[in-house]
Structure formats: structure tokens, C-alpha cells
T-cell receptor
Framework: DGGITQSPKYLFRKEGQNVTLSCEQN?????MYWYRQDPGQGLRLIYY???????QKGDIAEGYSVSREKKESFPLTVTSAQKNPTAFYLC?????????????FGEGSRLTVL | DAKTTQPPSMDCAEGRAANLPCNHS???????VYWYRQIHSQGPQYIIH???NNETNEMASLIITEDRKSSTLILPHATLRDTAVYYC??????????????FGQGTELSVKP
């Protein structure tokens, strides 16, 4: 079945460590997104990419980095520069370019910094 | 993208219609209204979207006012499984404007027996 897969589902890390969250989609979508969600809050956009080898910062990009070397993959690295990384991270994809395609979300990755 | 305003929470009795409002007074002519919902600790799920006309699908109906400054999502017969946070977002279609999608705080709908 086509879909979007995030891994790991749960992740623990020590302060000062970088960690990379995986996001893979087999929907042949051009655009991919990373959002962060804190308890009781809405989704905040970290980074997005509308095409391979290109990406743009969202509203809270500081302390995060991404790459888009393949159409199906958009990994997010949470660096040690991110001051408060404990959160629920959501990846999404959609048909890019012109059009009104809906967003498809993964099931999320919950990161806890110890 | 236009900012949206939603009530933080609403209750609805099981079997009754749930009407969730959204204000988007600064919406532009090429911006669509989208609704998503998120059940606790899961990824959000697309519900419906529209531009000017009212829309209906198997999940819900979307009513957009004539001036497009507000809209209402209607769940015709709410069930306990409809308990979730509902997000209203507006975004442009096409070109670079279709890229950045901003979610607000949403409305937490509680369906009660």
C-alpha cells in the first residue's frame, strides 16, 4: 500500500546529541514537510521541500537540518543547537506544484531528550 | 497564507451534528479552505477542502460564506470516534504559494455519549 512512513516511532537521546528522524514516502509526491507539535499545541512548520535537492525553512527551522537527495526521502536532523527538542514530530507529503493536493501524514516520531 | 481563528474546544452529543466554525477574514481570492483532524498522538487526516462552493464528501460537509471570510465544517452524525482536534487552514493553489502550509491551534471536539 502507498503511504508515508516515519521511524523511529519513539526515540530517546541525551542532551548534546544529534538525532536523525526518517521519513519515506512511496506516493510519488514532490512536496514533503516536517512539523513539530508540543503538548496541547498545533503543528508548527520546521522545513519543507517542493522538489528534490531543494528545501525551504519554515517558521521554526533553528536547530534543525534536512536533506532531499531522493524524491521519496526527507530526513530531519535535530541538532544539539535545538534548545528544546522534546516534541512530537510529523512528516507529510503532497503532490507538488499547481493543484490542490491534500497532505498525507505519517504516524509521527516522539523524541524525548533526557 | 491567511490566518485562521477557531474556538479552542467544543462539545457535541453523539448522533447529533457537529458544526465547527472557522474565521479567515483575510483570505485571498486564490486561497482554498482545508480541514484536517488529528486523533490523539496520530498524524492528522485530511477531511475536505473548498474554494467558494459548499462541498460534501463521505466524511463531512463544508459550508463557505459568500464573502469567504468564514466557513463551517459539519459532521452530520457525530460518533465517539470523531473526538479529535480539527484544524482549519487556508492556502493558495499553484506555484510557490502552494508550498508553505500553516496549521493553527485547532478546535478540540469532544463527542459525548
Amino acid at each position: 500500500d502507498g503511504g508515508i512512513t516515519q521511524s523511529p516511532k519513539y526515540l530517546f537521546r541525551k542532551e548534546g546529541q544529534n538525532v536523525t528522524l526518517s521519513c519515506e514516502q512511496n506516493l510519488n509526491h514532490d512536496a514533503m514537510y516536517w512539523y513539530r507539535q508540543d503538548p496541547g499545541q498545533g503543528l508548527r512548520l520546521i522545513y519543507y521541500s517542493q522538489i528534490v535537492n531543494d528545501f525551504q525553512k519554515g517558521d521554526i527551522a533553528e536547530g534543525y537540518s534536512v536533506s532531499r537527495e531522493k524524491k521519496e526521502s526527507f530526513p530531519l536532523t535535530v541538532t544539539s543547537a535545538q534548545k528544546n527538542p522534546t516534541a512530537f514530530y510529523l512528516c507529510a507529503s503532497k503532490v507538488g506544484g499547481a493543484g490542490t493536493g491534500e497532505l498525507f501524514f505519517g504516524e509521527g516520531s516522539r523524541l524525548t531528550v533526557l | 497564507d491567511a490566518k485562521t481563528t477557531q474556538p479552542p474546544s467544543m462539545d457535541c452529543a453523539e448522533g447529533r451534528a457537529a458544526n465547527l466554525p472557522c474565521n479567515h477574514s483575510t483570505i485571498s481570492g486564490n486561497e482554498y479552505v482545508y480541514w484536517y483532524r488529528q486523533i490523539h498522538s496520530q498524524g492528522p487526516q485530511y477531511i475536505i477542502h473548498g474554494l467558494k462552493n459548499n462541498e460534501t464528501n463521505e466524511m463531512a460537509s463544508l459550508i463557505i460564506t459568500e464573502d469567504r471570510k468564514s466557513s463551517t465544517l459539519i459532521l452530520p452524525h457525530a460518533t465517539l470516534r470523531d473526538t479529535a482536534v480539527y484544524y482549519c487552514i487556508v492556502r493558495a493553489s499553484g506555484g510557490n504559494q502552494g508550498g508553505k502550509l500553516i496549521f493553527g491551534q485547532g478546535t478540540e471536539l469532544s463527542v459525548k455519549p
